[in-house]
């Protein structure tokens, strides 16, 4: 009779301890899911914000405005920076790259510098009026840019290793 009890004991342990690791399983699943969704949702904030109301303002010719809303986008970006960074390296040099030609030696060809650091030269130190067109192109680039980082991360499945 004792040697059943202890069985009986051990298995309730065993199903109690399984119960638990799944349920944790679980818990972490969610939390992979939920960093998963609000960076999607950080992506898309930022796309919507780099197209139409951008280039509105642009015509617009504010430059107060306009430096406000480039650091919102900004600030959106560093919001996602860590997972563009880690996941989509290639993307990530084009919304934040250095506002620097790339020059590919191998293939004698030259890259224009795209992205939040290219548009930031047309706002600071001083905004350009002289340049729109070219300011029109570079908040173009960064708005692709921002779409194909939207694209990318809707077929990323990040596991909980690598948000660790």
Not at 5 to 30: D, G, M, P, R, Y
Not at 37 to 64: C, W
Not at 96 to 104: D, H, K
Not at 135 to 164: D, G
């Amino acid at each position: 009779m004792k040697h059943v009890s202890i069985t009986v004991i051990a298995i309730l342990i065993l199903n109690s301890t399984i119960l638990f690791l799944s349920s944790c399983k679980i818990q972490e699943q969610k939390a992979v899911n939920e960093l998963h969704g609000m960076v999607a949702h950080n992506i898309d904030s930022l796309y919507q914000q780099t197209g139409e109301p951008f280039l509105r303002l642009i015509e617009k010719g504010d430059s107060i405005t306009l430096r406000n809303h480039f650091l919102q986008c900004r600030n959106l970006y560093k919001q996602i920076e860590l997972a563009v960074e880690y996941f989509m390296p290639g993307t990530a040099k084009a919304i934040n790259g250095a506002a620097l030609p790339e020059v590919e030696v191998e293939e004698n060809k030259e890259n224009e510098p795209t992205g939040l650091q290219v548009v930031e030269t047309f706002l600071y130190p001083e905004y350009n009026t002289t340049n729109k067109e070219e300011f029109i192109r570079a908040v173009k680039n960064l708005h692709a840019s921002v779409y194909r980082a939207n694209q990318i991360w809707e077929v990323t499945n990040p596991t909980e290793k690598q948000w660790i």
